[in-house]
């Protein structure tokens, strides 16, 4: 069952900031206003869930001391960091509850309000009781702002307003935040009461319109139409969480696959280069290419196996012609260095007897030619 809650606002388990609002009279019953203990079980409550940091807004114009100095405690004791927020109007005891954060902001549109401790209307209280509450507002403004007792006696013997620079000016507040939206317009005729209200219906009225800009903004993402209503946001939320969950089904199988197909290659290539290196050792086994050629050669193999084989197969094709020529050059080179290509049968006899020897046996075709032409056949 969801939690109800009369101050806090919009606050969800796992949240790290909450925001609690002070935005009626404060009276010892919660059927005329906040009390000091429905103020402290809610507190407790974000305590409990982990809440690291509290904003109190205040739009108040006050009423019962002790219930308000209660809630004053609980704000100032808190294990929470706090910040008291001054939104509207913090009149009588709400402007005493207002110096109670670690923090102490006030709108610009603000106003603060200051009296002394009066008796409720239709109640009497004797003059000590006055006296002692008077003595522990004064207790609270002189530990918290800028002003001496002489001011406070000042500020706390009539009908005081601030505006939010005169707020701070006097130490009672440490900054003043921007206000956006529509400003109110406030007369000096205005009583607590009615500013209270103008900036209740204010708050009201911008919380709305940021709950509507916030729902437009995530209809917009989500592809609906800009009046959507939750159940067509849950829809296309859950269908995106199911698409979300295909892609990550789909990732981990495209990375199988990858792994696969990586494997599959490194096989390949491997085959390859044990095919290429098989090709070349046999070449030079052969005699077709030199040893130290074989780094380049299985690498050209290896990139193009069917491309090598051809190249040897020719090499082995002019090696064997060059062996029916010269016998594995018997006289390969010599012709060229001492012209030997035009020696005659008798020029061999003559310079190289050893060498028409060698030709005889190694060159047999071209012994039988030279010696043909020699003896005229």
């Known amino acids: 069952m969801k939690q109800k ?24 019953n919660m059927m ?27 739009n108040s114009i006050g009423g ?18 706090t910040e008291t927020r001054v939104v509207g109007i913090a009149a009588s005891m709400a402007g005493v509850i207002s110096q109670a954060g670690n923090k102490r902001t006030i ?30 507002l004064k207790t609270i403004f002189v530990s918290n702002t800028s002003m001496d007792e002489n001011q406070i006696d000042e500020m706390l013997s009539k009908e005081t307003f601030y505006t939010p620079e005169m707020a701070v000016e006097n130490g009672l507040f440490d900054s003043v935040l921007t206000s956006s939206g529509k400003m109110p317009e406030i007369s000096n005729e205005m009583d607590a ?32 139409s800009a009046d959507a209503g939750e159940k067509a946001m849950i829809d296309a939320v859950v269908s995106l969480q199911a698409k979300a969950q295909e892609n990550e089904v789909l990732k981990v199988e495209n990375q199988g696959l990858k792994t696969t197909v990586s ?7 491997d085959a390859n280069k044990a095919k290429a290196l098989e090709l070349i050792e046999s070449s030079i086994k052969a005699g077709k290419i030199k040893a130290e050629q ?24 002019v090696v064997a012609s060059k062996n029916i020529m010269d016998d594995e050059g018997v006289d390969s080179g010599a012709d060229e260095v ?19 020897q060698k030709m005889k046996s190694k060159n047999s075709a071209k012994y039988e030619k030279l010696f043909n032409a020699y003896v005229g056949e």
Request: charged content about 25%.
């Open 5 to 28: 809650f009369v101050h806090i606002d919009n606050f969800k388990p796992g949240d790290t900031v909450a925001t609690m609002r002070l935005n009626q009279p404060i009276a010892s």
């Open 32 to 58: 005329d206003g906040i009390t000091g203990a429905s103020f402290s079980n809610e507190h407790d409550y974000l305590v409990s869930m982990g809440a690291e940091k509290l904003i109190v807004c205040i």
């Open 64 to 81: 019962n001391v002790f219930q308000g100095l209660e809630i004053f405690s609980t704000i100032q004791d808190s294990p929470m960091e």
């Open 107 to 136: 709108k610009q549109h603000a106003r603060f309000h200051a009296h002394s401790p009066r008796p409720e209307s239709g109640k009497s209280v004797n003059d000590e009781m006055l006296q002692m509450a008077y003595n522990q």
């Open 193 to 224: 009461t009615q500013i209270m209200n103008i900036f209740n219906q204010l708050e009201n009225i911008n919380s709305s319109k940021t709950k509507t800009k916030k729902m437009e903004k995530l209809n917009s993402i989500l592809h609906l």
């Open 263 to 269: 494997n599959l290659e490194n096989s390949l290539a």
């Open 294 to 317: 074989k780094d380049v050669w299985v690498e050209n193999a290896t990139s193009n196996f069917d491309n090598a084989k051809i190249m040897l197969d020719g090499i082995a094709g």
């Open 338 to 356: 001492e012209n030997r290509k035009d020696w005659d049968f008798a020029d061999w006899g003559k310079n190289d007897p050893k060498g028409l």
